[in-house]
């Protein structure tokens, strides 16, 4: 179910506008449109040895598990193209996500001239985050590469990282997965196979449709 704010705001609708342009715009390979977003996954150890399927009976798992801490996955989604990428990382800390906006830039998108970046509001999510991590020509070569729009405040459905997230959580991580390593080769399976048919968004919510099914969130205006 989507989160929306409870009453009218005017910042709320500003940057959903804002996004859902974005999402409109015609393909552009110098240009990239891409959805960054990121979760996380509880690792979890068997305490006895899972009994394997057999033909008439299922795989079988004992109740009793070991928790290995958590490790933090980032989904980088070019909706137009299905091209997707997946850090995994044993922090969420601003410097990861600094690490991860490198990664996108410099290895995925190496001949893009500026990459449209869609991603969620937070503290840990400005450019400055780059000036904490890196130095400040190689901080500002990164972000000059960056034109960033973020979702508004109880719109994380804005972000299609989300849904690619959503179908990861459902067909890799819906298992006890007892190490980052393991963690990592489930991920890159995964990708693998997802890669093979490069599924595609067809994002169709409009600016004009929100302004229909949403006008509850448009300020009304005082009398000039």
Partial sequence: MYCLPGKPSAEFVCAMEDVLDVYHMPYDAKRPIVCLDETCKQLVGETRQPLSMAPGCPARFHHEYVRNGVANLFMMLEPL???????VSQQRTMRD??????????IHYPEAETITLVMDNLSTHKKAALYETF???EAKRIADKLDIHYTPKHGSWLNMAEIG???LSRQCLDRRIASIQVLGKHVKAWLKQRLETAPTIDWRFSTDDARIKLKR???SLLPS
């Fill in 165 to 167: 997230l959503s179908i």
């Fill in 217 to 219: 969130l448009y300020p």
């Fill in 135 to 137: 130095e400040p020509e």
């Fill in 97 to 106: 996500r600094a690490l991860t906006i490198k990664e996108l830039v410099d």
């Fill in 81 to 87: 193209t299905g091209r997707c990428h997946v850090r």
